[in-house]
Every structure is written in structure tokens, then in C-alpha cells.
């Protein structure tokens, strides 16, 4: 139900049945985490997001995996908090994956900050080379007249 919820974008409903799960007794794990974090992070709900997160390490003892991060990272980007999300993964405590990194480089993209989308690309570059999402994403802003001010 949680993970429904999270999918459906009804957050409140998510963090409802979370509150509900645990009055219960059943302990959610990191997977219903992940769930709840993607829905605010499509519904834009920055707050709620590192709310839940901080209360998973908490108040549920559970380890964020990179999956987490990922999911603060998007919401972050999608809210524009981009110093923020490019922060974060930058303390992350291990290196962040592709998806990550693609996070950040569509939100910068999308808003304008062609400067952090090209740094983004590069972190993207060299986790693994084959990934044409980067060089795409890039090509589209470049196509559109938009060059990165700095790198």
C-alpha cells in the first residue's frame, strides 16, 4: 500500500501508512523508503523528503543505500536547489552511480545551469564512457543556443 501510495504521488497517504506501520510494529525496510522518497521527489515535496530520510537513519536504524541519495538528489534538482543536490553528492558516503549523476545533469539542463550540467556529464563520462544520455542531454542545450559558462 505504501509503495502505491508513493507511485500514485498521494505522499500523505504514503506517510500515513508509514505512521500507521509503525504503530503496528511492522518495520518498514529500505525498499518502502525508496518508495516514499521517489513519490516527494515527484511531488516536489523537498522537506517531507529529508525529513523521511533522516528519520529512516533515526528512527528505523536503516543504512541509506545510493538509491536514497539518488532520490534526495532528484527531488533537489527538480525543487532547483542544484548547489544543494551537487553538494550532497559530493558527500555522499560513496561514490555516486550514473543514475545519480544523471539526476543531477537532467535538472541542470532543464535549469539552465549549463555549467553544473557539464560537470555532471563528465562525472557521468568517466563512471561509464557508453553512457549517451550525457552527451545527448548536452547537444540538446548547445543545439539551443545554451553554453556552459564555466566547467
Not at 506501520?21 to 525496510?29: L, N, P, S, T, Y
Not at 528519520?55 to 532528484?74: K, Q
Request: glycine share 6%; charged share 15%.
Amino acid at each position: 500500500m505504501l509503495a502505491a501510495y508513493a507511485h500514485a504521488g498521494h505522499c500523505c497517504e504514503a506517510m500515513q501508512t508509514l505512521a500507521a506501520m509503525a504503530v503496528e510494529g511492522i518495520k518498514c525496510d529500505e525498499n518502502a523508503f525508496i518508495s516514499i522518497l521517489n513519490g516527494c521527489s515527484h511531488s516536489g515535496l523537498v522537506e517531507i523528503s529529508q525529513w523521511c530520510f533522516q528519520s529512516m537513519v533515526a528512527d528505523y536504524n536503516l543504512v541509506p543505500w545510493v538509491e536514497h541519495f539518488s532520490c534526495i538528489v532528484d527531488v533537489l534538482g527538480r525543487s532547483n536547489c542544484l548547489h544543494e543536490a551537487e553538494e550532497l553528492l559530493h558527500a555522499m558516503p560513496f561514490l555516486p552511480d550514473v543514475a545519480t549523476w544523471s539526476s543531477l545533469l537532467s535538472a541542470s539542463e532543464t535549469h539552465k545551469d549549463l555549467g553544473r550540467a557539464w560537470r555532471a556529464a563528465q562525472h557521468i563520462s568517466k563512471i561509464d564512457p557508453s553512457q549517451g544520455v550525457s552527451y545527448v542531454l548536452l547537444s540538446n542545450s548547445l543545439n539551443r543556443g545554451i553554453a556552459p559558462d564555466k566547467y
